[in-house]
């Protein structure tokens, strides 16, 4: 009989509560699952803005990866992964000590770039991870009720991710304040870029698009001005301006978790994983990374959920051939993604292949989207076998 295999999945992120459903839906012999997650309790990117927004409540776009879990045969411990014991085949974590693995794979998400800005760390709010931002999110609704809507905010970082957030903080500051009775007029918001424009990676057509909504909604932009330093309610720019802000934002480039660069495995430039076609790490065909937290070699992907997604079922068909020591499968990421980008209100933009749409019916379609996406983890059917959780 063959041994069994110990396959502990870092992270929650989007590919592995899709590799989790895959396991439970189609179970694996002699592998035995393990889940290490900081919480239990995961929201869903694709929701964000609209969980800001108000449009959904907060289970609309959370995944609870306890059923899941159970669905999946895995075991939950509830712990932080802090390094890797490369040799002795165990992950290190923050409280419950080492976890060995024969199997691994990390898909632990992104953080945006603080660390080289004076003062950011303290003095901003970073929209990653996302968790830490909806707690920074509903203090600073507080703050903003405080001062009777009066309030300067700044995004840095005018990617997808800072311009979609900044519209949908933009619409729902801006409600709260008419519904407390306050000004919307008192509320002032600015987009800040290094780049020369707004979205530098879309087509010429969507960057319009979202100029044109920005500056409707009186969001001011300012573009080519690289965030130096940060003190409070103040950004310093490069060229010696200034930008007074009561509120900062921070949705620059994103940034790997800082110790993995230390577990001996391959990072890039960055300190991301190096992995191959397979989503294998180079050089190590039983410990396997996606999402946000990689460096994908056959060419460059884009920090986006959308990949993580598409990763999830090549991610779970590789654990299993590599349990069962079988050639390993290729990722193969769609050239052309579709980006559908809400804009605070039941209003959103599309593109792909160079077209851009938008309109009411894109939210909708957005909207019936990221539910059907979100129903793939409710109501699973339940499981004989008990779940060990930790924490």
Known sequence: MPQAKDVVL????????????????????????????????????????????????????????????????????????TGLDLHGRRVLTKEQGPVPFDILSFDIGSAPNTA???????????????????????????????????????????????????????????SEAAREGFDPAGLSFTLISDAADILPAFPGSFRDRFRTLLIARGIGIITNA??????????????????????????????????????????DASGFLRVDACLSVVGHDTIFAAGDTIAFEPRNLPKSGVYAV?????????????????????????????YLMSVGRKYAVGTRNGITVSGHWVWRWKDWLDRRFMGRFRNLPGKSWAVGASG
């Open 226 to 267: 690289k965030v130096v330093r940060v003190e409070n309610g103040r950004l310093h720019l490069e060229q010696g301006a200034t930008v007074d802000a009561d509120e900062i934002l921070w949705a620059t480039h994103a940034a790997p978790a800082h110790w993995l660069s230390e577990t001996g495995l391959p990072v």
């Open 310 to 338: 598409r990763a999830g079922p090549v991610l779970a068909e590789n654990i299993r051939r590599a349990a069962a020591g079988r050639r390993l499968e290729k990722f193969r990421p769609q050239e052309q993604a579709l």
């Open 116 to 174: 080289g800005v004076p003062g950011a760390g303290e003095h901003a709010i970073a929209i990653k991870p996302i968790d830490r931002f909806l707690a920074a999110f509903d203090e600073l609704l507080s703050r903003t009720r405080e001062r009777r809507g009066k309030t300067r905010i700044a995004m840095v970082g005018a990617g997808a991710g800072g311009v979609e957030l900044l519209l949908s903080v933009e619409a729902r500051l801006r």
């Open 10 to 81: 870092v992270g929650a992120g989007h590919a592995h509560v899709i590799a989790l459903r895959d396991f439970g839906r189609n179970p694996v012999p002699g592998i035995r699952l393990t889940l290490i997650s900081r919480d239990f309790f995961i929201p869903y990117s694709g929701m964000l803005p609209g969980l800001v927004a108000g449009h959904y409540h907060c289970d609309d776009a959370h995944i609870d990866v306890r059923p899941l879990a159970q669905f999946a045969g895995a075991r939950l411990v509830r712990d932080e992964a």
